[in-house]
Antibody, heavy 121, light 108 residues
Framework: QVQLQESGPGLVKPSQSLSLTCSVS??????????WSWIRQDPGKGLEWIGN???????YYNPSLGGRVTLSLDTSKNQFSLRLTSVTAADTAVYFC?????????????WGEGTLVTVSS | EVVLTQSPGTLFLSPGERATLSCRAS???????LAWYQHKPGQAPRLLFY???KRAAGIPDRFSGSGSGTEFTLTIDRLEPEDFALYYC?????????FGQGTKVDVK
């Protein structure tokens, strides 16, 4: 059974960087069959796909984040990570990691429970 | 990007009733690349349907998905207590993948 678990600081100061990690169990993130995504839920704007990463390190990002996003992975720990720079209050959200069901035109077939990140001084 | 509009925002129903949730796309969704998710607070979202009408593993058959083009529907027959939750649609036909704003099914 695939399980994903987000972890990281719950409070980040404005203009600083937000860093989260997703720990995956039940499947190797080195599998060539899947990509791995980050999604966030802003109470005012709903769900927003942030980006995804393949085991080769290839990444795709949502243009709406304006180049502030970097995804990376650590195959030895079966984890992948999100870094969002220059955060503002608008980045306050619940952040989810999820598995893409396939390489292209994919839905999300497994999700973590999410972690709340608040941007505040 | 493709904008998904879900309606209604909240649906107030009683157990045993039928819920009909709508998801309308701003552009035609090729190949009916549309998914539905159920989300309860503090839990991981749960995949219900993909390709508009293909039921995910373990989803009861009181749930059904339908539609094509720009109009999609999630129907829940005979609501059970555990079905009261937030429901999202999501398109994966065009990048970036986008979600609707959600419909909450609440107890009347």
């Amino acid at each position: 059974q695939v399980q994903l678990q987000e972890s990281g600081p719950g409070l980040v100061k404005p203009s600083q960087s937000l860093s989260l990690t997703c720990s995956v169990s039940g499947v190797s993130i080195s599998s060539s069959a899947y990509q791995w995504s980050w999604i966030r839920q802003d109470p005012g704007k709903g769900l927003e796909w942030i980006g995804n990463i393949y085991y080769t390190g290839t990444t795709y990002y949502n243009p709406s984040l304006g180049g502030r996003v970097t995804l990376s992975l650590d195959t030895s720990k079966n984890q992948f990570s999100l870094r969002l720079t220059s955060v503002t209050a608008a980045d306050t959200a619940v952040y989810f990691c999820a598995r893409d069901s396939r390489l292209f035109n994919a839905w999300f077939d497994s999700w973590g429970e999410g972690t709340l990140v608040t941007v505040s001084s | 990007e493709v904008v998904l509009t879900q309606s209604p925002g909240t649906l107030f129903l009683s157990p045993g009733e039928r819920a009909t949730l709508s998801c309308r796309a701003s552009q035609r969704i090729n190949n009916n690349y549309l998914a539905w998710y159920q989300h309860k607070p503090g839990q991981a979202p749960r995949l219900l349907f993909y390709d508009a009408s293909k039921r995910a593993a373990g989803i009861p058959d009181r749930f059904s998905g339908s539609g094509s083009g720009t109009e999609f529907t999630l129907t829940i027959d005979r609501l059970e207590p555990e079905d009261f939750a937030l429901y999202y649609c999501q398109q994966y036909g065009r990048s970036p993948r986008t979600f609707g704003q959600g419909t909450k099914v609440d107890v009347k």
